[in-house]
């Protein structure tokens, strides 16, 4: 497992951006596959984006696809979610979670494929 930190969460209005970051703490996260989930009040939560380890392509739910971007940092030490043209409906506690495994089906879209959580980063979109 791998200690994981959002940041860079905040309160914004509909049409803005935001990049929130993933980063483990004292290793390099260019070994792991890294996904962003997000969980609003009263939902489950949900899968975003993903980038599997072994330099598959990023991966989006439809939601999101076309706003959002999912990169790591030349040194592997940090994933960042790049958020544009937010939505209200994009409101929610937004996690990074990272495994070892390399995927080669989409199980990588589901939570329990992912061994180590961070604590969570508020993103909230007003209207």
């Known amino acids: 497992q791998v200690q994981l930190v959002e940041s860079g969460g905040g309160l914004v209005q509909a049409g803005d951006s935001l990049r929130i970051s993933c980063t483990a703490a004292g290793r390099t996260l260019s070994g792991y596959t890294v996904g962003w989930f997000r969980q609003a009040p009263g939902k489950e939560r949900e899968f975003v984006s993903a980038?599997?380890?072994?330099?598959?392509?990023?991966d989006y739910a439809d939601s999101v696809e076309g706003r959002f971007t999912i990169s790591r940092d030349s040194a592997g030490n940090t994933v960042y979610l790049q958020m544009n043209s937010l939505k209200p409906s994009d409101t929610a506690v937004y996690y990074c979670?990272?495994?070892?495994?390399?995927?080669?089906?989409?199980?990588?879209?589901?939570?329990?494929?992912?061994?180590?959580w961070g604590q969570g980063t508020q993103v909230t979109v007003s209207s």
């Open positions: 980038l599997r380890r072994g330099g598959f392509a990023p």
């Open positions: 979670a990272a495994d070892s495994t390399t995927y080669t089906s989409t199980y990588y879209k589901t939570s329990t494929a992912y061994d180590s």
